[in-house]
């Protein structure tokens, strides 16, 4: 009868040993964006990785979703006679969900692998504690800009991303199943409100800090060698989309219920 209870014991308090960690960490390097010193050319090298080489990625995800979007929308609609709200489908489901959500995984997968795999290496080749020895703090060097960086340039893959969405539905809708442009441009300026831009934005800074902090922590915590780095990768990237999912409940929550 011990047995049981202890072994759920244990995973409670590696639950809450996790929580706390991630906690302390996320709050360290939070602090030292706003302290000096700036590393400004990590934040700018940084900045480009997230914001401007993602871009082909998160450009052609949006691109085909609203596309698929669009058909879907239309092939259900037209069982009820109601095909003219495909527009307003595919604007709102873009930069309410899909845009987020779908720049966020994809961000986890290019980015947040990739920051855990250069951490994680130079933690188990000693050179953090390197680092550490020439007095330059891990935080402020490598924790902070990143952080920074997904925060800042997330919005902004997004807000890409919602536009070619909505292109990939505008072609799909005129090209394809025949609407009318001004009339399929008209229906999608009438739907649009701030509010659903802005919940869309919210969210994408929310899970650029999500996948940037797993993504460093993991890294930053990795030990055993290559084995080891392999593992704290694959967790930066698991852990960066259940989160991910997670907040955009509670995300939308916030901006919708009533």
């Known amino acids: 009868m011990v047995n049981p209870f202890a072994f759920v014991g244990r995973i409670v308090l590696d639950l809450f040993q996790t929580i706390g960690g991630v906690a302390v960490f996320a709050a360290m390097g939070l602090s030292h964006a706003v302290r000096p010193p700036f590393f400004w050319r990590n934040y700018l090298r940084h900045f480009i990785e997230i914001g401007y080489l993602s871009l082909p990625v998160v450009a052609l995800t949006t691109l085909f979703s609203g596309m698929v979007l669009a058909l879907q929308s239309y092939s259900g609609f037209s069982r009820f006679s109601a095909e003219g709200a495909v527009a307003m489908v595919v604007v709102l489901s873009i930069t309410r969900e899909l845009a987020p959500v ?78 009318n442009a001004h009339s399929y441009m008209a229906q999608t300026w009438d739907v649009l409100e701030v509010e659903d831009v802005v919940s869309g934005l919210t969210k994408a800074a929310v899970y650029g800090f999500i996948v940037t902090l797993m993504g460093c922590y993991h890294g930053y915590r990795s030990t055993g060698g290559a084995q080891g780095v392999g593992r704290a990768t694959t967790q930066a990237v698991v852990s960066s989309a259940i989160l991910i999912l997670i907040a955009n409940y509670f995300v939308t929550e916030l901006f919708f219920s009533k």
């Open 102 to 179: 779908l720049a966020g995984l994809m961000v986890a997968g290019r980015i947040g692998a990739a920051m855990a795999a250069e951490i994680g290496t130079m933690r188990v080749t000693e050179q953090i504690d390197a680092l550490e020895a020439l007095s330059t703090n891990p935080y402020s060097y490598l924790v902070a800009p990143r952080l920074v960086a997904g925060i800042l340039m997330m919005p902004f893959l997004v807000a890409v991303g919602d536009v070619i969405g909505v292109l990939g539905g505008y072609i799909v809708g005129v090209y394809k199943l025949g609407f």
